[in-house]
């Protein structure tokens, strides 16, 4: 199989592109190539002092801001001032996300923080730029799901994990709920005969900042626990391919989802990764859909 490099990535000159979680990890190399391709990219970013300083990193053309998708005023705020900035958008890249390894916590809108962030924030901001992608000419969005959302299921009685909760279960939960989310947004998309394509991938495992941060409140034992897990991992910039062909490579269509292709999808060339049977179930993904326009109050397809 021949490997995916970035040297594959298309010129991206008068394309408009839109990074969550850009200021570091996956986002930040995102962002970064695609930039140095040609692109405008806006880095969304809940910290907009380190968004600054990414964009210093990145140069090109790159702005920096705000958006919080843990907060649905947050979200509504961001994506109208970005349309009102840029009508055309060609590229949404759905990439931010958090891993808590603590106590359960909530959004500002009192969900549980995980799905917020890693997903319902991530629906409602596709929604509400839906518009600026339709105008668009060749527009696709983008979405981080996880080799995790395999071994997931989704509790439509307790989508908050109100009950037994355990984070690296509620994790898992809200990259099925982005997989789903996924997969459902391509499946409608056709329906309504738009020219905006829903793309997914997964980085398998990679060598990010978001394990370490998860377990630092657990002490020296979390921080060794961390270190040995990040041994197995492979590079960021090697994770971020999926994305990024994902994003950028003109024969990748809707329906489709990107991974490493060795070793159980956690490393290797980027190839087809597989969904499970509820991430690619249209019952599960109406289900969703219905539940996710009823929360977050963003009703769209």
């Known amino acids: 199989m021949t490997d995916w490099t970035t040297d594959h990535i298309p010129g991206q ?8 979680g850009a200021n570091s990890g996956l986002g930040l190399v995102t962002a970064t190539e695609l930039a140095r391709h040609g692109a405008h990219v806006v880095l969304a ?53 958090v891993v808590l390894l603590g106590p359960r916590r909530t959004s500002a809108d009192g969900f549980e923080l995980q799905l917020a962030t890693n997903a319902l924030g991530h629906f409602a901001l596709t929604g ?10 060749h527009a696709r969005v983008v979405s981080l799901s996880s080799i995790t959302h395999k071994n997931a ?41 738009s020219p905006v394509i829903s793309v997914l991938a997964h980085p398998g495992l990679t060598r ?10 657990r002490g020296r034992a979390g921080r060794v626990i961390a270190r040995l897990g990040l041994l197995a991992t492979q590079p960021v910039e090697r994770g971020a391919l999926p994305q990024l062909r994902a994003a950028t490579d003109p024969t990748v269509g809707g329906e489709r989802f990107l991974g490493p292709s060795g070793l159980g ?26 539940a996710a326009e009823e929360l977050t109050g963003v009703r769209y397809l």
């Open 13 to 20: 000159h008068g394309r408009v592109a839109v990074v969550t």
């Open 45 to 97: 970013v809940r910290d907009t002092a380190a968004g600054e300083r990414a964009a210093a990193r990145i140069g090109g053309a790159v702005e920096v801001r705000e958006l919080d998708l843990a907060s649905l005023r947050s979200v509504r705020d961001f994506a109208a001032k970005l349309a009102a900035d840029h009508p055309v958008l060609d590229l949404l890249v759905n990439n931010a996300g």
């Open 128 to 137: 509400l730029l839906l518009d600026a992608l339709t105008a668009a000419e």
């Open 153 to 193: 299921h989704l509790d439509f009685d307790d989508l908050m994990s109100e009950r037994n909760y355990r984070a690296a279960a509620a994790y898992g939960r809200s990259k099925l709920a982005t997989t789903v989310f996924g997969v459902e947004l391509d499946r409608r998309l056709r329906a309504a005969g």
């Open 208 to 217: 990010t900042n978001l394990t370490p941060r998860a377990w630092e409140h």
């Open 265 to 290: 999808e956690t490393r290797g060339p980027v190839g087809e990764a597989r969904l499970s049977a509820e991430a690619a179930d249209p019952a599960v993904g109406a289900r969703l859909w219905a």
